[in-house]
């Protein structure tokens, strides 16, 4: 079929064509291992086959590793070592900068990058060698080279657990436990032998063949083999004394969790096989794995990782049948868990493709979303996304789809699969749902295809060359798949959506024509560093008559476009008004335009787009969209911008949706929240607050029969929406504020009587979640004293919040809730009346309880207020600041490690250029130089995160040797502030010249 478009070349060639040799199949031999000691001793043997006959060294990737001998074919080899990643610069280097360490960190990854054949260690093939490669050009042996080495105390690629339940696993590199080629790009088969203690189980990759006890029974022998061709960082290990549930409804499934859970294990994960199901018949594919493991472990540094045939789950996704809360998080993550088993693992990214993977298993699980928990909750998700990817590219920094991974942070990352997902469902839009399945169906189809056929044989096409396997994707052979399928041209999109960074960001405002009986929409693009968006958008308008859809072309910056209405304006003749969904409802006129038949606009109202669209339309248009309009993506958007809109009548439509049972639970928890944003912005705020307690006492408090006091009911969370909104009424309501900064009387009074009746006696579900969102609500009830009080003198609320907060730690330690989150809201509380003056600030409690000793959750939540008082005592905190910083280079866990740089990106503990600031010293510049420099060279996470911690702390400036800044560092960095601020200036007086100019608009 002739096809007027190109996209690019015929085949791809393998990478394995640079290197000049290829993998044919590689064996992992652990032979002894130990837990105690955090050690253990392998060795590698991989199968090659040159591809140059001019070979003459081999690189591998390996990091941490003692090399003891490297063998080629039985022949001893020489090697040199050299890992580039260890130190990025030297601690006393006179010019310290961002950008410097920038640059070190890129050179160090691209001396190491094996797809441009770089490696750590460097292998010298002997001379008998390359006279057999020499003298056979045409087929060249296979080669076997072998590398035995051993591993101790490893910074990275291994967890080690200690303690009763003690295990390990692998997470981050893989050239950190193995040596290896640690890229997508070299696919090859694989066998796995692992000689554990006999009371221990090892899981990996691929399908287990035999189990062999040795002789004196106190060891024992797993053997995996993995025929499907997969990549080194695919590659995954569990090992410890677990417990174990082989599924009952797909027994090719096996679950294994540390000891002691195994009954959380089965309940969480008694639907896993559902998802399997549903994504083959949506596939219309195989699993593409004869096995699969799912084992759960402890402190995961992500809630997932997956490799091929197995993912790794943290302990705090397990729940029993008395958990509520943690159901719908789990049911999603193990769903996009097996989504990365189609796309992750057995299909994984090519040149300018890495964001491919994550985005069709993001698109795949979208789908099931939909399919399991229902349109609105799927229509929350793809809101909720378009929402964080606009705010990240607005506020920090534009995601370029095709770039590399290799220097992008953890959160970065995050936002790239968000993005890519989206980016796929506007691909969706312009294809249809079924044609993006085909091709994504056909991708599948040739990689299984290939390697059944092949069966780890290598391919030469007629020049010679091996083709790159069908198993990488890139973007342009996924266009290729596309445009195979469809037959139309979708690389206008992929050069907007993937090839550049930014979203679309629209102004628009809308006025009715009276004598044409129309509406004239502006829409204005003038934002810069946005994406300019050229083509269709649909235009939602509801009128009397009904709701009707319109498509327009955006072209320019500016569009001026008109549309016809369907509807004339009504006087005095009424009759019920047809919504989108088909319902007919009666809808009070009284405050709209009675000359305008139109009441409310939506642009975009699907969020095909990647856009913030900011529609100026009149209070009442907004009020009639949160109270009439039956998809939750407007119900949302019309909330938002109510927030602009203090008003009397705007309380009253944001109270019809709390209330309201026929709304999405999402809808209604996140009008709660605006009523308390819109109540702090009125002068009497009290009404509000009338009116979300006339909501709760309504819904979940006895009868005036039962009860003068209306007290609270024993706790029901059958049904799950009120559930969630029962919740969300207290946390709103003590966030209220009158104009002297308290809250409105009655308040703490209502919540600390919530928790004084707190009846869970009857309950099926556990009331953890609800004692702990009372205990913060009863926290934030409390206004900021004028100095810090002794105890002995603190006011009565205050007192009682004391008292409240001590119950609840003490209760912990005889009763531990579900993940601790009642005492982790006590904790929180306790940094709330330091922060608000109610008792004297001190750090003792949060340190006590960021120590390594503790429960994950418990430390992150010890350490965010252990931040938030550095921040804020600032001068009495550098001791503090300086512990968490050794945490970061030392602890070990890797998820503390990267949640304490993170937290302190997020909340930085000084501005930028205050050198007076006591905290801004050379002690602690050196500290973060160092963990970016050495003390992470293991774990790229917390390198990337140290980088923009240094980044966020001290911009450009330059320092010298002894940490002291440069005086021509800080000049420059003080211009650059002025420089900034007369931006500034410039953008605030073009905005208010646009507001002038947009007053005289009539609306209608």
Known sequence: MKRSRDYGAGVEVDPSEKRGWKIIHQSVVVTQISLRMRSLMAFVDLRIRPLDRNLKSIRLNARQLRIYWVRCDDIVCKFGYVDPSSKLARTDFPQKNHTYIQHCYESAIAESDPDRNHGELKIDLPPEILERIRNNPESPPTLSI?????LEKPRGGLQFIQGPNAHCYSYGESRQWFPCVDTNTELCTWTLDFTVDANLTAVSCGELVETVLSEDSKTKTYRYKLLVPTSAPNIGLAIGSFDIHVDRAMPEMTHFSIAGLVDSLVFSTNTTYQVIEYFEDLLSARFPYALYKQVFVERLPDKFKSYSSMTLYDTNLLYNERVLDQVIPTRKIIARAIAAQFFGCFMVAGKDGNWLPAAIGGYLNSLWLRKTFGNSEYRYFIYDETRKVCAYEEKETPIVLANSFSNQTVRHKKMVAKKGHLVLRILENRLTTSLLLQAINKLLAISRDSYLRTEGKLLANKSGKFEKSPQIISSVSFLKFVASVTEKDVKDLLDLWVRRGGVANIVASFSFQRNKNTIEIELKQDRSGSVRYVGPMTVRVQELDGTFNHTIQ????????????????????????????????????SQSDQDSPVLWIRLDPDCNLLRTIELRQPDYCLQYLVKYEREIIGQLEGIEHLKDYPTDNTVKSLKEAVESLDFFWRVRVRAAEM??????????????????????????????????????????????????????????????????????????TFIANLIKHNDNSKNAYLDCQWKANLVTALSNTLCRAVVAQKLSSVSEEAKEVIEEVMRVMNTEWLLPTYRHVTFIAAMTAVRTLQRQQHIPPSPELFRRFSESDQYSTVRVAAIKCLIDYIKTEKSNALDDLTRLLRFASSDPEARIRYKVVRLLTKTPPFKRGDYNNKLNCPLIRQLIWQLISEDSACDARVRLAGIQLWRVLFGDAEFDRDNKVVANSQGSDDESKKKKKKKKKKEKKLKKDREKGETDLNFF
């Open 146 to 150: 072998t590398v035995e080495y051993t």
């Open 554 to 589: 955006v072209e320019d910056k500016t569009n001026k476009i008109s549309i016809s209405c369907h509807s004339r304006a009504r006087r005095n003749k009424r009759k019920k008004i047809p919504l989108l969904n088909g319902e007919e409802v009666d809808i009070d006129l």
């Open 675 to 748: 009523m308390a944003r819109v109540a702090d912005q009125m002068p009497d705020p009290v009404p509000v607050k009338d009116a979300l307690l006339s909501v709760f006492k309504s819904y979940f408090c006895l009868s005036d029969t039962v009860s003068k006091e209306r007290l609270v009911r024993r706790n029901d969370f059958s049904n799950f929406q009120q559930y969630f909104v029962q919740c969300a009424i207290p946390l709103a309501m003590s966030r209220i504020r009158l104009s002297s900064g308290m809250t409105p009387a009655g308040v703490f």
